[in-house]
């Protein structure tokens, strides 16, 4: 089993960043990607990012692409998500998941943190 910490979530203003992180341990090195989701009130959750551990490639929403950032810190067991000129439709529930195969869904989660965007 894999535990997974969110953190770095807060409010900011539009066109502003916040960088979250996700701290993971437990069995950690079964994995084969870790992904941000995110859930915005009376909405369906959402995929934003995923990175595969094994080279560090990288997946973004449509939404997000060239504004968000996902990376990873094999030694920590930390990924982190950056994200800039964020918007008001950014604000959210983040999640980081992780993949354990290319085959399977996403099952293990985090607990979430709030980003809070204000107009």
């Known amino acids: 089993q894999v535990q997974l910490v969110e953190s770095g979530g807060g409010l900011v203003q539009a066109g502003g960043s916040l960088r979250l992180s996700c701290a993971a341990s437990g069995r950690t090195f079964s994995r084969y990607a870790m992904g941000w989701f995110r859930q915005a009130p009376g909405k369906d959750r959402e995929f934003v990012a995923r990175?595969?551990?094994?080279?560090?490639?990288?997946m973004y929403a449509d939404s997000v692409k060239g504004r968000f950032t996902m990376s990873r810190d094999n030694a920590k067991n930390m990924v982190y998500l950056q994200m800039n000129s964020l918007k008001p439709e950014d604000a959210a529930v983040y999640y980081c998941?992780?993949?354990?195969?290319?085959?399977?869904?996403?099952?293990?989660w985090g607990q979430g943190t709030q980003v809070t965007v204000s107009s």
């Open positions: 990175i595969k551990w094994s080279d560090g490639s990288t």
């Open positions: 998941a992780r993949k354990f195969s290319i085959s399977s869904q996403y099952d293990s």
